[in-house]
């Protein structure tokens, strides 16, 4: 354990030690507000505030931890990207990396008023991540670095318990198939609409798919299990279980192929849930489609990623916690690849209009598929020229590696051609 002192000990305070020290590195902190109960233990112990205490380890404070308002702040990124910058010369660091770290934890910036896409999300470039250009790094795991080094020079004797790399690969089923399982009215438009476009590649191929046992290329499941269960890893798929709409276009809910084959994933990986677009912003949708998961696979599902990454603060994640959902895959970009909370370990969501953490635990995306494809306009050589220092890094920050892959691509047809080896490569350099 380590005793910290501070002049008043906050939610905001006690989120972020707890996270950076004990979550990061098995360091318990207790707090005090009490400088004569601080002064008299011998132990490992550090001051945060406004002033030092004797030679104990000082990090001056900028205040946000010490505020309840939400109001805007200028954090003031230096040229490393590190924020809130202080000036006291007996401080360990020149700046306060617990504000730092709870401003990127909170998503401070994404409660302040911003300029959303056509489908309602922060982007990418209205970050301060992106903005400052650290967007590449988990600047939380590098500032508790320095942070408990500085500590453990103080006191080497003090034992750590870091945390350790892992791989979570995940799966997104927008649409399980593309031609099987639609129903007669989505399969006779599917036919009419390659007609009229005289797509006929398209139109044999769906045909040969319904009436002549070929295969269908959005059935890359055992392409999936052969090469996870090479690697030693268990995924998890997030399907999406909703009524069609315009965003919408997995199998009808009721169809017993589709049920089938959740009921064979299930049995070999873990499967969340996959909430509909419009489900986002109602959480009545929401319920509905999880109970309907459920109930179909019967199992508990405590997992979820949101469609199209729909991610509002602090209402979504609000719905996820009613609803019953414990963990979510949604934090990150679709535009870019990277750490859009700064951090690729999971952390608690610490709910900032009420000022309290909460017992939702978000895992961060580091990188999609679509995200290189759609957005970037890259090949699979320059996707893969930017994977390669995002699972590096994640390697070296003891992170959990979270790769957002679609089963649309895995198929490798059309616009995907070649993507399935790229995921294979994938797979072997966040294992080895």
């Known amino acids: 354990m380590i005793l910290i002192l501070v002049n008043r000990i906050t939610p905001r305070i006690k989120y972020t030690f707890d996270y950076l020290l004990n979550s990061l590195y098995g360091l318990r902190p207790v707090y005090t507000a009490s400088a004569e109960e601080f002064n008299s233990f011998e132990g490992p112990k550090m ?120 791989f979570q690969p995940t799966v997104d089923i927008d649409s399980a198939y593309s031609f099987r399982y639609k129903g007669l009215v989505r399969t006779l438009g599917g036919f009419a609409r390659d007609i009229l ?12 798919v319904l009436f002549r046992g070929a295969h269908d290329p959005f059935d890359s499941f055992d392409d999936f299990r052969e090469i996870h269960q090479k690697a030693g890893v268990e995924p998890i798929y997030f399907v999406l279980f909703a009524d069609y709409s315009p965003f919408d276009k997995n199998l009808p809910v009721n169809h017993p192929g589709f049920v089938d084959l959740l009921r064979r994933l299930a049995d070999e990986a873990l499967i969340g849930l996959h909430p509909s677009y419009y489900s986002a912003t109602d959480i009545s949708k ?88 759609d957005y970037l306009k890259v090949g699979i050589d320059e996707a893969l020229d930017k994977i390669y220092p995002l699972v590096s890094t994640v390697k070296k920050n003891r992170g959990v590696l979270v790769t957002l892959w679609h089963n649309e691509t895995q198929g490798g047809e059309g616009r995907w051609a070649g993507w399935p080896q790229l995921y294979r490569k994938i797979v072997e350099l966040a294992v080895i």
């Open 286 to 373: 929401l319920v509905r489609e999880l109970e309907a998961l459920q109930t179909a696979l019967n199992m508990e599902i405590v997992r979820s990623r949101q469609h199209f990454l729909r991610l509002s603060l602090p209402k979504t994640y609000r719905n996820l916690l009613q609803a019953g959902i414990r963990e979510d895959y949604s934090m990150g970009f679709a535009d870019q690849p990277g750490f859009r909370a700064g951090v690729c370990t999971p952390f608690p969501f610490y709910d900032l209009e009420l000022d309290a953490p909460t017992d939702l635990k978000i895992y961060p995306i580091t990188f999609m598929d679509g995200t290189f494809r």
């Open 197 to 208: 476009d005289k797509k006929w590649n398209d139109v044999r191929q769906r045909w040969d």
């Open 47 to 166: 001051v945060y505030g406004d002033e030092p205490q004797g030679d104990a380890v000082f990090f001056a404070s900028a205040g946000l931890l010490f505020r309840r308002t939400r109001e805007k702040v200028d954090p003031l990124p230096d040229n490393h990207g590190n924020l809130f910058p202080v000036k006291h010369p007996a401080s360990s660091l020149p700046f306060d990396p617990f504000s730092a770290a709870f401003f990127m934890l909170s998503r401070y910036e994404e409660y302040q008023p911003h300029q959303k896409d056509e489908h309602g999300r922060f982007i990418a470039s209205q970050s301060l991540a992106y903005r400052s250009g650290f967007l590449h790094r988990p600047v939380v795991n590098e500032w508790a670095e320095r942070v408990v080094s500085l500590i453990h020079r103080k006191y080497p004797a003090l034992t750590l318990q870091p945390a350790t790399y892992r």
